[in-house]
């Protein structure tokens, strides 16, 4: 990773990040989505851990920090992510990815309400603008609710997925300010996703057999190894060599490329409202992330 320059960087975490989105749609119709959730960060958590060993990072945890490990993976790779999968099964991936921009404000005014953390002004108008945006590239989606059962799920998983993502993402940053160590952390808590998500599928009655398809089987190995491995990894690195507030324009741009790929493959025809919204949520996003 140290060898590639920042742009190189920052393209593989857009091409990435942006393309996983359209390729859990591979996921869907020949598993659950419980045991696509599982199975993916099952393998990834599994990687990372054995990238930690071999790197000599400290693995052991006490009791209480592997519940908090377990808390944030829950909610992070778990329900979350599940939530996420039901969502593409109703609406197009790239407005499910665009639906995440309204993460950082949520998070934000949680880490305010928990933590005491400060939010800025600009942060708040930043963060009510990409709402908006989010709400005008739903509206369409709001109307076809009112006769469409799939809509009205769609819709209500993605607003599910952010809320839980934000629990997740809350907890995570409370772990690394008590000194949790990142990788090992990541490793643990993809697994625990993974084993609470194997848990909602085993309650459900789903079945684990795999299906013999092979874009099922590249798409998993796509999301496990590219989508949450070597992407952590680049971003990581990028966010050392440039500080975290510029790295944080990935998240600016991978939904843009997550919504031009559901264009291209997805058949999906946004109207006036849908390319309004998409821009109010992208200039939200950039003002939240600008520096002061």
Known sequence: MHRLKNWQLFAICVLTWGTTWYAITFQLGHTTPEVGVALRFALAGSVILAICVLRGLRLRFSLREHGLLALQGSFMYGVSYICVYHAERHIVSGLVAVGYSASPLVTGLGAHALFGLRVTGRFLIGGLLGLAGVALMFWTEFGKAAGSRDAALGVQFTIAAVLLSAVGSLTASRNRTHG????????????????????VALLQGHSFALPAVPSWWLSLFYLALAGSVLTFACFLTLQERIGPGPTASIGVMTPLLALLVSLVFENFQPDLLTLTGAGLAVAGNVLMLRRA
């Open 180 to 199: 949790l160590p990142f990788w090992p952390s990541l490793g643990f808590g993809m697994l625990y996703g993974a084993a609470i998500t194997i848990v």
